[in-house]
């Protein structure tokens, strides 16, 4: 399956984004999707676990979602600041392999 | 501390060979599934292969199926990937991610370039 993400999102500080990944086939509720953010130069961190979990330290204006209807996760990060300009991944995986979305770049103006 | 360092990364020509290995610290590897994801200049991660605690499954990405190799020596707390008959589309940094639910811990990744 693929994993389709926008190519890129821009918003203001302090507003809020959410960024979309599509699952082409089978169901998105079927296995859990990370979401990663990678700043330039800099390993991919996770911001989301398991569809709407978020690993400590990563703050709560970051949330996860799935929806079954359009078979699509979603990351929303609300007050946004500077910081979270980056590149954001899904990742979702099936019995035998892992599947990383291509990629959101966020800029925050 | 978690350390994840890969090395063995390099320029090799069209049709070569190479060996990245990934050195783990600070927690036990024989616990962990760990896989090899890459990332080419400007683009996106794509998933390589992983292997599981054991080195009884091993998977890959059907795009490097046949020429790469993952395997572990949890004695060493070491993760490998062997890469024969490369092209040019390998060109990418390669890091090495440990699995818990997420891919947790990566490390700063090994640049592989292939060009004549």
């Known amino acids: 399956f693929i994993l389709t993400q926008p190519h890129s999102v821009s918003e203001s500080p302090g507003k809020t984004v959410t960024i979309s990944c599509t699952r082409s086939?089978?169901?998105?509720?079927?296995?859990?999707v990370q979401w990663y953010q990678q700043r330039p130069g800099s390993s991919p961190t996770t911001v989301i676990f398991e569809d709407d979990q978020r690993p400590s330290g990563v703050p709560d204006r970051f949330s996860g979602s799935i929806d079954s209807s359009s078979n699509s996760a979603s990351l929303t990060i609300s007050g946004l600041k500077t910081e979270d300009e980056a590149d954001y991944y899904c990742q979702s995986y099936d019995i035998s392999s892992q599947v990383f979305g291509g990629g959101t770049k966020l800029t925050v103006l | 501390e978690v350390q994840l360092v890969e090395s063995g990364g390099g320029l090799v020509r069209p049709g070569g060979s190479l060996r990245l290995s990934c050195a783990a610290s600070?927690?036990?590897?024989?616990?962990?599934?760990m896989h090899w994801v890459r990332q080419a200049p400007g683009k996106g991660l794509e998933w390589v292969a992983s292997?599981?605690?054991?080195?009884?499954?091993?998977y890959y990405a059907d795009s490097v199926k046949g020429r790469f190799t993952i395997s572990r020596d949890n004695a060493r707390n070491s993760l490998y990937l062997q890469m024969n008959t490369l092209r040019g589309e390998d060109t990418a940094v390669y890091y090495c991610?440990?699995?818990?639910?997420?891919?947790?811990?990566w490390g700063q990744g090994t640049l592989v370039t292939v060009s004549s």
């Open positions: 086939t089978g169901s998105i509720a079927s296995s859990y």
């Open positions: 600070g927690f036990p590897l024989s616990s962990y599934n």
């Open positions: 292997i599981n605690s054991a080195s009884s499954y091993k």
């Open positions: 991610a440990r699995e818990a639910i997420d891919f947790d811990f």
